[in-house]
């Protein structure tokens, strides 16, 4: 079983920046996909950022040039640098990882099958 564990949320200046990490343990051989997602109160659970076993980074298109996904594959941590965050990127952000996805949908939440409980981001107006 895989277990992930969210860490780096919190409440940040608007065009201020967070770093969020994820760090997967237990039986992890396998799980290459990771990705993170986000969910806004009464909306659905959205994409942010995905990576691939190849190493091809997927990103949504209002993540583009304001975040980076890298990981560590020796510590098991993905993480996410968001910068010049705005009020509509606050959400609860989740880590999510599986072992076998298509590559045309490492953004969809249906693909994914371990997730971790989510660290808040805040952006007040």
């Known amino acids: 079983e895989v277990h992930l564990a969210e860490s780096g949320g919190g409440s940040v200046q608007v065009g201020g920046s967070l770093r969020l990490s994820c760090v997967a343990t237990?039986?992890?051989?396998?799980?290459?996909?990771m990705a993170w997602f986000r969910q806004s109160p009464g909306k659905e659970r959205e994409g942010v950022a995905a990576?691939?076993?190849?190493?091809?980074?997927t990103y949504a298109d209002f993540a583009k040039g304001r975040f980076a996904l890298s990981i560590n594959n020796d510590k098991n941590t993905l993480t996410l640098q968001m910068n010049d965050l705005q009020p509509e990127d606050t959400g609860m952000y989740f880590c999510?990882?599986?072992?076998?996805?298509?590559?045309?949908?490492?953004?969809?939440?249906?693909?994914?099958?371990?997730w971790g409980e989510g660290t808040q981001v805040t952006v007040p107006q």
């Open positions: 999510a990882a599986d072992a076998l996805i298509h590559s045309w949908s490492v953004l969809s939440r249906h693909e994914y099958s371990h």
């Open positions: 990576f691939d076993p190849s190493g091809a980074i």
């Open positions: 237990g039986y992890t051989y396998g799980f290459k996909f």
